[in-house]
């Protein structure tokens, strides 16, 4: 009978590569990898750890093309509970096929990858129009987000570049990472920080009041279509939207 | 008057301009405050379910014509306001940088005489460019009847320019709108197209027809959106389903506005520049889209001696001419039957709208259905069943 073994690592993203590699190497046949954090032991399963060695995690990654390491950073960041499996036998068909992979999508993994590797694009794309930055009294531009998937350091990217001459810190609220960025470098903190209580500028109210009188105008009355709206901009998107806020709360109710 | 005020009367006399894309360019942030992203980024989404990308606001509602279906005409007894530059870019700085918007859509009424409208234009975005050193999007109107100059200026300044054509045909112009004319709109088409370059609206532009507001049929107006396309490079021509604002005799008295035929429509402008199709091959002249079917299975349905077509081996057009199959998937199909050979099965896990493309196609000289079932009734019938939950979605009878 096959074993039914349980592979766990430690939760980051080169442990995992490290994982992958020593079962690669040693022809293991996983039935599931998880992060410890993440593990709940089960009757009848048995689980397995690896030391961690960064020198073969690395020897793997550099055997990997450009493409695919995006590909599975993507993937890492998705909050799909079977990623890591899934990651693992794209490594490994990744290693056999290299970049012809991407054409081989009758391939459960490469279908399955792409699909979650996509899933988190998309999410990065659209918190690219759904971040609401609060002007703070500092001139900190502060803003919360509840994203799905991890997608934190790829959004930072896009704002690097868009706001260079501000500083700004998002923070995703789920994860507690906080992410600032001050004169061309970001800043990643991963705890619960001491936060005081926030000041906002003085002038914040009357543009969030702007804001949302033109969000209101805007629409037209003869077209309302709010199912449409709600698929295009899901609820759960909806509490740091703050044109939003108003409609969230009502519903509450 | 305060900004409060005057932002609400001016975005609500410019939310009737269908435009919201925000993609084509790729401004650089350089010294100043944002970037054009080449994709275009939605922010947020109204109540109606369109896209807000850009502060959509008119410089002036005060116009001097009196077109008929227009909230500005003259005769119309509404609030009449007017931004100065330095309110605009206030706004639009602000909203920028808390991530609300991608940029400034910049509209006007018509006030005085078209060179100075344009003028006030310039002087507002030149500001907002030079003075905050802003790089977001900008979208802007190109009034028709301005001189050659003031286009130039302008079109170095903004990423896309548009001028509205609003009806597709002469007389339908003259109808509604006596005081515009096609021609002063087409000029400015020419100008903008000749002047094309990367400094020179990166983004292209853009024009907007209204929809159910005249007898024209949809064959006039497809035809029409693909004479513009050809002659002007146009990068997009938005429709807008009429809304009735303004009483008059001269329009139809409409209840709801024509919001599948604008569907169709959209889906037809689609198939024309991303699918191969010409005006002509989807629409008989004088005609209508059906609303019960989209225009690709109406169209498949009439050629259906042209199919079933095997999906291991016809060509990328051949693809894209089956219904359910896209750009992307029909790349994808290409790609990947080198490699294996597809089944139906592997047809979903690459993007193929299944529940269209199975009448339409074969995998390896297999028919999804039993063969006899190939023919115009069977498939007509399936397929319209299929469409109607999508009907009820769109709540146009309720």
């Given at each position: 009978m096959n074993r039914v073994v349980t592979y766990i690592y430690d939760d980051t993203f080169i442990d995992l590569i490290s994982l992958i590699a020593k079962l690669i190497i040693n022809k293991a046949r996983p039935y599931s990898i998880q992060s410890k954090k993440n593990y709940v032991a089960t009757l009848f399963s048995e689980y397995k750890e690896y030391e961690f060695d960064p020198k073969i995690a690395k020897k793997l990654l550099n055997r990997l093309s450009h493409k695919t390491k995006k590909a599975i950073i993507n993937m890492y960041l998705s909050n799909n509970n079977n990623k890591e499996i899934v990651i693992y036998y794209f490594i490994k068909n990744s290693l056999k096929y290299e970049d012809d992979i991407f054409q081989m999508r009758n391939l459960k993994c490469v279908h399955e990858g792409l699909k979650i590797s996509k899933n988190v694009t998309r999410e990065t794309h659209k918190f690219k129009g759904f971040t609401r930055f609060k002007l703070l009294n500092n001139n900190v531009l502060y803003a919360e987000i509840l994203p799905t998937n991890n997608i934190i350091f790829l959004l930072s990217k896009h704002f690097k570049v868009r706001l260079?001459?501000?500083?700004?810190?998002?923070?995703?609220?789920?994860?507690?990472?906080?992410?600032?960025?001050?004169?061309?470098?970001?800043?990643?903190?991963?705890?619960?920080?001491?936060?005081?209580?926030?000041?906002?500028?003085?002038?914040?109210?009357?543009?969030?009041?702007?804001?949302?009188?033109?969000?209101?105008?805007?629409?037209i009355k003869e077209r309302e279509n709010k199912k449409h709206q709600m698929s295009l901009m899901p609820k759960k998107y909806w509490k740091y939207i703050i044109e939003m806020e108003d409609v969230n709360e009502k519903s509450d109710k | 008057m305060d900004v409060q005020e005057k932002l609400q009367i001016l975005s609500d006399s410019a939310k009737y301009d269908a435009s919201c894309s925000s993609s084509g360019s790729k401004r650089a942030s350089k010294?100043?405050?944002?970037?054009?992203?080449?994709?275009?980024?939605?922010?947020?989404?109204?109540?109606?379910?369109?896209?807000?990308?850009?502060?959509?606001?008119?410089?002036?509602?005060?116009?001097?014509?009196?077109?008929?279906?227009?909230?500005?005409?003259?005769?119309?007894?509404?609030?009449?306001?007017?931004?100065?530059?330095?309110?605009?870019?206030?706004?639009?700085?602000n909203f920028y940088k808390r991530n609300y918007i991608e940029g400034?859509?910049?509209?006007?009424?018509?006030?005085?005489?078209?060179?100075?409208?344009?003028?006030?234009?310039?002087?507002?975005?030149?500001?907002?460019?030079?003075?905050?050193?802003?790089?977001?999007?900008?979208?802007?109107?190109?009034?028709p009847g301005a001189s050659s100059s003031s286009i130039k200026k302008l079109g170095q300044l903004v990423d896309r320019l548009s001028a509205n054509i609003e009806l597709p045909s002469e007389a339908s112009i003259k109808l509604l709108a006596?005081?515009?004319?096609?021609?002063?709109?087409?000029?400015?088409?020419?100008?903008?197209?000749?002047?094309?370059?990367?400094?020179?609206?990166?983004?292209?532009?853009?024009?907007?027809?209204?929809?159910?507001?005249?007898?024209?049929?949809?064959?006039?107006?497809?035809?029409?959106?693909?004479?513009?396309?050809?002659?002007?490079?146009?990068?997009?021509?938005?429709?807008?389903?009429?809304?009735?604002?303004?009483?008059?005799?001269?329009?139809?008295?409409?209840?709801?506005?024509?919001?599948?035929?604008?569907?169709?429509?959209?889906?037809?402008?689609?198939?024309?520049?991303?699918?191969?199709?010409?005006?002509?091959?989807?629409?008989?002249?004088?005609?209508?889209?059906?609303?019960?079917?989209?225009?690709?299975?109406?169209?498949?349905?009439?050629?259906?001696?042209?199919?079933?077509?095997?999906?291991?081996?016809?060509?990328?057009?051949?693809?894209?001419?089956?219904?359910?199959?896209?750009?992307?998937?029909?790349?994808?199909?290409?790609?990947?039957?080198?490699?294996?050979?597809?089944?139906?099965l592997d047809l979903k896990k690459m993007g193929v709208v299944l529940k269209r493309a199975k009448y339409f196609i074969t995998c390896d000289n297999q028919y999804y259905f039993k063969r006899d079932n190939f023919n115009k009734n069977f498939i007509e019938k399936k397929l319209i069943l299929e469409e109607r939950p999508k009907y009820e979605q769109m709540r146009l009878f309720e």
């Open positions: 260079r001459n501000e500083k700004w810190v998002i923070k995703d609220v789920k994860r507690n990472i906080y992410c600032m960025y001050e004169k061309g470098k970001i800043y990643y903190v991963n705890d619960d920080l001491e936060v005081n209580k926030l000041e906002f500028d003085e002038n914040e109210n009357q543009i969030e009041k702007l804001w949302k009188n033109f969000f209101n105008t805007i629409s | 010294k100043g405050l944002g970037n054009a992203s080449i994709s275009g980024i939605c922010h947020s989404y109204s109540n109606d379910g369109r896209c807000i990308s850009l502060l959509k606001i008119l410089l002036t509602n005060a116009c001097i014509y009196n077109c008929e279906y227009c909230i500005n005409r003259r005769s119309n007894n509404i609030k009449r306001a007017t931004f100065t530059p330095e309110e605009i870019c206030y706004i639009t700085v400034l859509f910049l509209s006007s009424a018509v006030i005085k005489n078209p060179d100075y409208t344009m003028d006030l234009i310039i002087n507002t975005v030149s500001l907002l460019r030079n003075k905050y050193n802003f790089n977001g999007y900008i979208h802007a109107k190109a009034i006596p005081s515009k004319n096609e021609k002063s709109v087409t000029k400015i088409m020419q100008q903008i197209k000749e002047n094309k370059n990367k400094n020179f609206v990166p983004a292209g532009q853009s024009t907007q027809m209204i929809i159910g507001a005249t007898n024209d049929s949809d064959y006039d107006i497809i035809n029409k959106s693909s004479q513009l396309y050809q002659n002007y490079s146009l990068k997009r021509v938005f429709y807008s389903a009429y809304i009735p604002i303004n009483q008059s005799s001269l329009l139809p008295t409409l209840t709801i506005p024509p919001l599948k035929r604008e569907h169709r429509l959209y889906q037809a402008d689609w198939l024309m520049r991303f699918y191969g199709f010409k005006a002509k091959d989807l629409l008989e002249k004088d005609d209508n889209f059906n609303l019960l079917l989209d225009p690709k299975i109406t169209w498949a349905l009439k050629n259906l001696n042209e199919f079933p077509k095997e999906i291991n081996k016809v060509n990328y057009y051949e693809l894209l001419k089956i219904p359910g199959i896209g750009p992307t998937s029909a790349k994808r199909i290409i790609k990947c039957r080198k490699k294996f050979k597809i089944t139906f």
